[in-house]
């Protein structure tokens, strides 16, 4: 592999050299040099080697899995603008984690197009993860606009893009060539940094509200698992930033090693314990919540959380639940929530609960005909067939059996 790299550089240098009748400026790979001092030139050049391998299988499988896993996003069940946005961020940043092996591995000195939207994947990749991050906590459908003004840069930015893709290929080898090996000294390192800069901000943010909300949560676990993955992610980008420091690809291909270690834990733990993801949604939201009661009884406030609370943990599967129960995850009392339910949803309790009991036992009695009635009654929270046969036929005006043989398939 490194005399691969080396070979591209010598072929690289002579084409500048006979372009424009220069010799590029060159620092020495300082880790390497180390390396070839402590442990002789072959043991270390061999040291080097397994270790690049070894980078690349990491940042070749965070690839794949990131890829994988972004198009799982778009093709499960469930398709909302949080699935959306989780696909897109993933796509991008994998692409993102290929580029920079691109650059660590000096293929972009045979493939210069594979740079292509390189500035655009990294400026964009931090305000998709903060939207990503909002969609998980707050449960709104509606981005809000402040969250939507940092793509206004991408026009220009984009038309620079455009304007790289179309130069010769000559052209952007001495381009990439020049700015590669002297990158303090290019015009582009301003694009680079200021990129860099939106990247970091919105990492950082996202990390800032996790430990916070970690610090004040009573299930540490969960929100510790996601503070090490972000930690890890700024991390990594820092290291590869090295490289434009000291002109040593390995730190490139190091942090890139980092972010794609990053997308094969995720996806091992997401398999593994699936759902813990759910569970750090929720301490994150309660966590939210808290902060936002503690201000005062806000009515929109817990009309979203009691929301959450029954559409996306399901409280009302459980058939012993009760009004006191759902208070105390609200932080409120019982007649506070009792009046808040008659005031703003306009039915008691009860009705209420059963609403969301009905509604996914129409959905199951379509969608999974082999299903027996009764399973699904226990299933949906009631806790007898005849309550579920009375609450569903006042609620739709058919029985549930009468219902599947007129809306199954």
Known sequence: MGKNILNSELTLT??????????????PAICRESVHRAFGYNDGERLVTTMQLIMGVIIISGVVLGVFTAIEHITGHVRNHRSYFRSTRGMIESLLMGQLAVIGFGLYERYPALLFLFFTFLYVSGPLDHIRYHALVYSEKKIPLALKLPFLPLAPLLALEV????????????????????????WLVYVLFACLTVYITYSGIILYNQ??????????????????????????????CLYFFTLNRDFILLGAAGIGLQFIIYFLFKNRFPDFFKLFVTEMRQTRYKRAITKGIDQQAVNE?????????????????????????????????????????????????????????????????????????????????????????????????????????
């Open 211 to 240: 430990i916070v909300s970690m610090r004040q949560s009573a299930n540490k676990r969960p929100l510790l698992f996601s503070v090490i993955m972000s930690g890890l992610l700024i991390v990594s980008t820092g290291v590869a």
């Open 14 to 27: 002579r084409k500048l050299i006979s372009l424009t009748g220069k010799m590029p400026k060159r620092r």
């Open 163 to 186: 304007y790289l893709l179309t130069r010769p290929v000559e052209e952007k080898l001495i381009l990439y060539g020049e700015f590669f090996r002297d990158p303090m000294r290019h």
């Open 305 to 409: 959380r009691l929301a959450e609370l029954m559409e996306q943990e399901k409280l009302y599967r459980d058939m012993d639940l009760r009004m006191k129960d759902v208070a105390e995850r609200l932080l409120v009392t019982p007649h506070q929530f009792s009046r808040l339910v008659n005031e703003n949803i306009k039915t008691d309790f009860r009705n209420y609960v059963n609403t969301f009991r009905v509604r996914e036992a129409m959905r199951l009695l379509v969608e999974d005909p082999g299903r027996s009635i009764i399973t699904i009654c226990f299933e949906v929270g009631f806790s007898s067939k005849t309550s579920f046969n009375v609450t569903f036929k006042k609620m739709t005006g058919l029985s549930p059996k009468e219902y599947r043989e007129k809306h199954g398939i």
